[in-house]
């Protein structure tokens, strides 16, 4: 009876171990980025390293600012990545609704043929794209960045999986109280997907806020880049400067760290909901 008790007490033991071990793996490196980031380029670049600097320093911010706009840049992230992602949010919504909670002839073609677009590399239509773009005189401007990815294909396919879970009762007990479809996916649908909702929405951020190649080939003037094409620009000079190139690293995951952590509920409510499902 003892050994069958102190078994539990090894496993959460171990777990707690394995758990501190990839918490270090993934934490320390940020925290290092972060900690040189106000070194000198000497510092940076030493053997063997030290951690913290002899002198704490913001030279490498104040290149950065001076050498790129990195504010009109973080602007411009800002207003692609949110407003992609609130875009995409209320039309994937929509499409997944009708895939998940309606029944309509070609209902299963339609998807199926949505789900293959989710195989074709984004380099097979990047020339098709641009060309398009060029012909509609939308190149280098917001509407030419967002309207492309007004919806995903992704976002579609989760979406729809989370409605179908959602009992159909409550639309049965909607429809006998008068309701129409638009305010089904308001007041009941939409509220209960909450966790999804946010869950997708900071993935849309996310990869949209790290995207490079697709930003890059529809803008061509600097005050139309985002931030990461920003950093491309300043890392690939002839001579790469670790310290600025670390504080601009900084200065681009920072609000999506902040993103991540203010939503980190949700991923838990969506894991959590999600279990219950199924």
């Known amino acids: 009876m003892k050994k069958g008790r102190r078994r539990p007490a090894f496993f959460d033991v171990a777990g707690y171990i394995i758990m501190i071990l990839i918490m270090a793996i993934v934490i320390l490196p940020l925290l290092w980025m972060l ?21 704490w320093v913001t030279d490498q911010y104040e290149y950065v600012l001076k050498t790129i706009p990195v504010l009109r840049m973080l602007g411009n992230t800002v207003i692609f990545a949110g407003s992609v992602t609130v875009i995409s949010l209320f039309f994937d919504s929509l499409s997944a609704y009708a895939f998940g909670r309606m029944h309509f002839r070609g209902r299963k073609l339609l998807f199926s043929i949505m789900l293959l677009t989710m195989m074709i ?25 967002i309207l492309p990815r007004a919806a995903s294909a992704y976002g579609i396919y989760m979406l729809t999986s989370f409605f179908a879970g959602i009992p159909k009762e409550l639309d049965e007990a909607a429809r006998i109280d008068g309701m129409k479809e638009r305010q089904i996916y308001a007041r009941i649908i939409m509220p209960l997907a909450k966790p999804a909702l946010v869950t997708l929405g900071i993935y849309h951020f996310m990869n949209n806020w790290n995207d490079l190649l697709y930003p890059m080939m529809l803008t061509s003037s600097v005050d139309m880049r985002t931030l990461s094409a920003g950093l491309a620009v300043l890392v690939g000079s002839n001579s790469i400067k670790f310290g600025p190139t670390l504080a601009a690293t900084v200065i681009s995951i920072a609000p999506l760290l902040v993103l991540f952590l203010s939503g980190q509920r949700f991923f838990m409510e969506g894991i959590a909901t999600q279990g219950m499902k199924e």
């Open 121 to 145: 590399p984004f380099q097979v239509v990047m020339i098709p794209l641009y060309l398009e773009e060029f012909k509609m005189g939308i190149l280098n401007t917001y509407a030419g960045l």
């Open 35 to 55: 900690v040189s980031s106000f070194k000198s380029d000497a510092e940076v670049i030493q053997w063997p390293p030290h951690f913290f600097p002899e002198k």
